[in-house]
């Protein structure tokens, strides 16, 4: 290991510390969903619904998001809220806590349950903010798949800004129609009609629109055979693949807990998305859910031991771990040391928790 650390160059080692940067800030995030759980079992706050279990997909889509674009997802986004710099631990808790102060609570001032998140375009005068300064996010809502015609008409605009000369002079709303569009949506809310109608029109009206499918098998306690034809999104929507005569999407298929084929895909997804403004579909499969899907039930009830195990196993950021440690860019007492810190971080608030998350 130390060997290791010698040769490595300056490229290296930047990557190096990113990875490990990612890795604290799933942690951390993992941490948030246990203990949000723990204080609404606990009679301290009245609906959890978390983000457990995305985090490693989350941080590589986040890479790929830039200022000016624009976020339209769903409730389990929390660790990408965080990884752009949008969502501090502490407002994570406020929201769970229904917060009244907006300074506190951004996202809604505890107008919404918790998990849905938002950012704000106006000043307090009711003047816009520079968009193109900040990373942005459209308000949740709780109806799922309502995000999915929100999502269409933010890509519209950056296709409306790029073909219409006479807006280019909007500098705080785009860069000349390069923002993408990301949105986020759970595997079973792809049955819902506006999925349908929103991927349709994306799909005819050529927007740099990316969508990307948490697929963890299962909609509350229906698995996806019940749900989705041939049990997969992306199989039934592969003849929206574009070929070289005919407009379309790109189809990408990748898996929850494999950090580096993430990052891989997410970068060439968003690239062809955001130059050609080609719509994108991120299939990510293998997603586990390991608390289950809200402080209103147990998982337990209704997954199979089999399932259990495999989600046990399978759990992405041990998967996360595991790469870390196979590819030797960390020691196993550096990342035990981080899974420990993760843990003490929100019951200390002088800690520091990055500069994306700090608390005080
Ligand atoms: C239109 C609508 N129907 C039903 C619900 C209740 N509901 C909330 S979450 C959910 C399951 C969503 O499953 P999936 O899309 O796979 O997302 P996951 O929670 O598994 O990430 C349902 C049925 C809702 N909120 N909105
Ligand atoms: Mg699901």
Known sequence: MAQAQNVLNQTDKKYIAEVLEDYRLARISREC??????????????????????EVAQLAMAKQFRNGDFRSGYYRDQTFMMAIG?????????????HTDVEKEPSSAGRQMGGHYS??????????????????????ISPTGGQMPRLVGLALASKIYRNNKALHHMTNFTN?????????????????GPFWESINAAGVLQIPFAISVWDDGYGISVPKKYQTTKSSISEALSGMQRTKDKPG??????KGWDYADLCATYEKAIKICREEHVPVLIHVEEVNQPQGHSTSGSHER??????????????CIEKFKEF???????????????????KKLYVNKKVKRGKNLMIS
């Open 86 to 98: 949008a969502l501090t631990v502490k407002e994570y808790f406020a929201a769970l806590y229904a």
């Open 249 to 254: 999407y790109e189809i990408f298929k990748t």
């Open 302 to 315: 209704y997954k199979s031991a089999e399932r259990l195990k495999w989600e046990n196993e399978m759990d």
């Open 119 to 140: 950012t704000r375009s106006l000043n307090a005068d009711g003047t816009w903010k520079n968009l193109m300064q900040q990373k942005n996010s459209s308000a949740d």
């Open 176 to 192: 000349k129609g390069n923002e993408v569009a990301f949105g986020t949506i759970g595997d079973a809310s792809t049955s819902e």
């Open 324 to 342: 870390i440690l196979q590819t030797e860019m960390a020691a196993p007492d550096e990342l035990n040391a981080i899974d420990e810190q993760a």
């Open 33 to 54: 969903s246990l203990l949000g759980r723990r204080e609404v079992l606990g009679g301290k706050a009245k609906f959890g619904i978390f983000g457990d279990g995305k």
